[in-house]
């Protein structure tokens, strides 16, 4: 039987997970869950991973404009009768008052409902692209997701703990590097949060010098990295806001040898 990081590192557990392993294997890794409070921990962790990654955030729908942004103005003049020759001129003069009255509450509702209406214009635009940039978002975690698991089912696919040092005690990342595929992704839900000023930034050690992997985004649990070719370690340090061109190494809080 194989030992617990036997069946860590061999990636049995991310297999499981997703359904991938073969079925000879399935009742022996079970019956490990079952007796080993520490594999069971690491697997229910790695479960963890995925189902933060593939959650998908409910979108509340905008308020949609009304059905009619402007109701007919419906004037009916009927029964139109012709004034007697005696009418008096204050007749004429009063009709033309009140026409002239009517004329002027009719444009001043109509001026206030089309400014109604562009403000609701206004607001509706504004949950539109709010939803655009949610969608995008649940975009871009949805090919993390799925490059995480065809990383993850790869046998070539290598991953690495990665230990927060002194600077950040309890922080830990996860690292998957693939050599044939030339890709690498990093989980970071571990990772504490940094002040708004500062941010994570990963680095490829190259024959001692320092190549940037790419900036952290703290809002995603999974995040993909530029990969580096002959990369001897990774390192993640804290950096300005926007990430750094050269690493500040005595920001280091945590690396592994490759």
Known sequence: ????????????LEMYLLGLL?????AMLEKMLADDAELAQKYAEIEQDFENVSLENAIQPPDFIKEDLFESIRQEYTDVKQLPKEAKPQT?????A???????????????QWNSTKEDLQVTQK????????????QTDLESSQLLAS???DPNTLQYAMKGNAKIPGGFATAYINHEAKSAIVNVQKLPELPADKTYQMW???EGEMI????????????????????????????PKGGSDHATVEQLVTNVYL
């Open 98 to 112: 009140s026409l002239a009255a009517l004329f002027m509450i009719s444009s001043l509702w109509m001026f206030t």
């Open 92 to 96: 004429f003069l009063w009709i033309a």
């Open 204 to 206: 490829a050690d190259v």
């Open 1 to 12: 039987m194989k030992d617990r990081n036997t069946i860590i590192e061999s990636g049995m």
């Open 151 to 153: 990383i993850v089912k």
């Open 22 to 26: 073969p079925d000879e294997k399935v």
């Open 212 to 239: 940037n992997m790419g900036v952290i985004d703290k809002n995603k649990d999974v995040v993909v990295m530029n990969y580096i070719d002959e990369a001897t370690s990774l390192n993640i340090t804290i950096e």
């Open 127 to 138: 949950e539109l692209n709010d939803i655009k940039s949610q969608i995008q978002n649940l």
